[in-house]
């Protein structure tokens, strides 16, 4: 049986200045597809591309042209609100800064998609709960972010980006801010949400070692893609 494709970028260009003398051309004609399932990384050195093209996989901006599907929605011609959807529903967001709300415990920060996502309160409670405990935080759950350690931070930030149950995972440079210990923490869980759950994963990210461990890494390089080739799917 054929593997559904869940993202599918076609000629994706993104410029910025448009129509003036400091125009930048960042992506350059990128075509990528990502199949339901799979744990892909996007490697490239900083200033790469790889950013702007996270951002416009996540659906955080628009590409300038070029066609983008994802999960058979029309990214290009989607409408803000439809976008919006598409971010709180489909995609579960894991940034290296964390991006935890400062003066509101690990509960509440997973609970917050589910805020917006409409869940009563009860679900939202025992969901939040549950993905704490996955991610080996239930006896931090009342804490605040400033009175958690990076890599604790990291896996609330994991826990909230799967509060809707996300087919995609989206993870910036996750394991940036931290040791090797802690990041290798990180990158277990993520292989245990593709394998247990059959999360599609895509991984940004500058180091090689960290893409080794993925099934499919692309290279990316002065926004364009300069190569593709198979990881080995499994931990280091």
Known sequence: MEKKIVIDMKEIRKSFYIGTENELEVLKGIDIKVYEGEFVAIVGASGSGKS???????????PTSGNYTLDNVDITA???????????????????????????????????PMLY???????RVERAKELLHT?????????LPEELSG???????????MANDPAIILADEPTG????????????????????QGKTIILITHSPELAEETERIITIKDGLIIGERKGSGKPC
């Open 52 to 62: 702007t093209l996270m951002n416009i996989i996540g659906s955080l901006d628009r």
């Open 135 to 143: 991610v080996g935080m239930g006896d931090r759950m009342k804490h």
């Open 78 to 112: 989607a409408k803000d609100n439809q976008l919006s959807a598409i971010r709180n529903q489909k995609i579960g967001f894991v940034f290296q800064t964390y991006n935890l709300i400062a003066k509101t415990n690990a509960l509440k920060n997973v609970e917050m």
């Open 151 to 161: 890599g604790q931070k990291q896996r609330v930030a994991i826990a909230r980006a």
């Open 177 to 196: 801010a931290l040791d090797s210990e802690t990041g290798r923490m990180v990158m277990d869980l993520f292989h245990q949400l593709h394998k247990e």
């Open 117 to 123: 996502g409409k869940i009563p309160g009860k679900q």
